[in-house]
């Protein structure tokens, strides 16, 4: 019994060894360089080089960066007048030096953009010329600011509802449908050569995609110039099924457009379907994993990710880039109201879950590239 012990403990260290070697020489980027490029959401701390234990992830694993909230309105352009580039160019920075495709994210959206935009001094509706003219303002001046420099810009974000229909936001209400049109074409002029994306959460549904595919058929019928698809992917896992991702990254693609997953995470917790940040926030459920998750889960998970990536290979002549929303689970949005939640690849210390080998092992053979 005690040779028994201690050969199997040899082979849990042979076991431990050999997981070390693949995670020292196979990094997600080099997986799937011939592929798709693969991304990930930054928080300030992080570009700013004051987070030791996610800044070696990032610039180990990932060859793209998009922003969690520096460009976002009300973060650049909190006050009528007042840009704050402080941070921004910082983050552009920061993806420059590590030669990295760099993301803007977002320019038009329902969610934090400061009220005024939308109101005079009395704290009336605007009309609708006003709110152009201040649409045009921010977007050229943000925009313009990094043409060249930021590659992919998503220009407008989450304008469906779930059934399909344009979202009644301040933007539709005030400017009316053709905001939509208006933000693309005023992106365009900014930057000419950078990738226009319409970027959304769960246009994995049919009546959303629908939506969606109406919409960008519209838009290329009037010869506006949107040029990729952001499919959010704030997955479950349990939906969607691989089908129904399969179905709409073809049905995108088809259209002619890039397809990006924008923004992936497996909520391991469920909780109602959604992405909406105002719904997620007061999501109830389960804390069900506060102290890590059971190796059962951790398998499940990594099963997950690996049927995801498969698809994501199956149509790599159509993605051309895969972002994941956080680089640990300690940085997850989805922990939201003391949910603990363990979406990512790499745990609250930094280190790469069984997901990670899974997601590895999809990259196809480079005999196969």
Same mark, same amino acid.
């Given at each position: 019994m005690k040779h028994n012990l201690i050969a199997l403990s040899f082979m849990a260290i042979g076991m431990c060894m050999a997981t070390a070697s693949i995670h020292a020489q196979t990094t997600l980027k080099d997986a799937f360089k011939d592929d798709f490029r693969i991304g990930v959401a930054i928080n300030q701390n992080q570009f700013d080089n004051e987070d030791q234990r996610g800044d070696p992830i990032i610039e180990t694993q990932f060859n793209a960066i998009s922003p969690e909230n520096i460009l976002k309105w009300e973060s650049v352009h909190p006050e009528p007048g007042k840009y704050d580039f402080?941070?921004?160019?910082?983050?552009?920075?920061?993806?420059?030096?590590?030669?990295?495709?760099?993301?803007?994210?977002?320019?038009?959206?329902?969610?934090q953009t400061p009220k005024w935009v939308f109101q005079d001094t009395n704290g009336n509706p605007v009309t609708r010329e006003v709110l152009l003219e201040r649409m045009r303002d921010h977007i050229h001046t943000v925009v313009g600011r990094y043409q060249g420099r930021i590659k992919i810009w998503d220009v407008v974000n989450e304008a469906l509802l779930d059934n399909g229909k344009?979202?009644?936001?301040?933007?539709?209400?005030?400017?009316?449908? #053709?905001? $939509?049109?208006?933000?693309?074409? !005023?992106?365009? /002029?900014?930057?000419? #050569?950078? $990738?226009?994306?319409?970027?959304? !959460?769960?246009? /994995?549904?049919?009546p959303k995609r629908s939506g969606a595919i109406a919409l960008i058929k519209k838009l290329q019928a009037e010869g506006i110039p949107v040029t990729a698809i952001g499919l959010q992917d704030h997955v479950k896992m349990d939906w969607p099924a691989v089908e129904q991702e399969d179905a709409t990254i073809s049905a995108f693609a088809a259209l002619g457009l890039k397809v990006m997953i924008t923004e992936l995470d497996v909520?391991?917790?469920?909780?109602?379907?959604?992405?909406?940040?105002?719904?997620?926030?007061n999501q109830g459920g389960a804390n069900l994993y506060t102290n890590g998750l059971p190796p059962v889960v951790q398998q499940e998970l990594a099963k997950r990710y690996a049927d995801l990536f498969r698809v994501f290979v199956k149509h790599h002549n159509d993605i051309t880039l895969v972002t994941f929303w956080g680089v640990t689970d300690g940085d997850s949005w989805l922990n939201m109201r003391g949910r603990i939640n363990h979406p990512l690849l790499f745990d609250r210390a930094g280190r790469p879950k069984p997901a990670f080998d899974a997601v590895i092992q999809v990259a196809r053979p480079a005999a196969a590239k």
């Open positions: 402080a941070g921004p160019d910082r983050y552009v920075e920061f993806g420059e030096k590590n030669h990295m495709l760099i993301v803007g994210h977002t320019l038009v959206w329902h969610n344009l979202r009644k936001s301040p933007w539709e209400k005030i400017i009316g449908d #053709d905001y $939509i049109e208006k933000a693309f074409q !005023y992106a365009h /002029e900014a930057d000419p #050569d950078a $990738i226009l994306r319409y970027n959304d !959460y769960s246009l /994995e549904n049919e909520n391991v917790l469920g909780g109602k379907q959604t992405a909406e940040i105002t719904e997620m926030a």
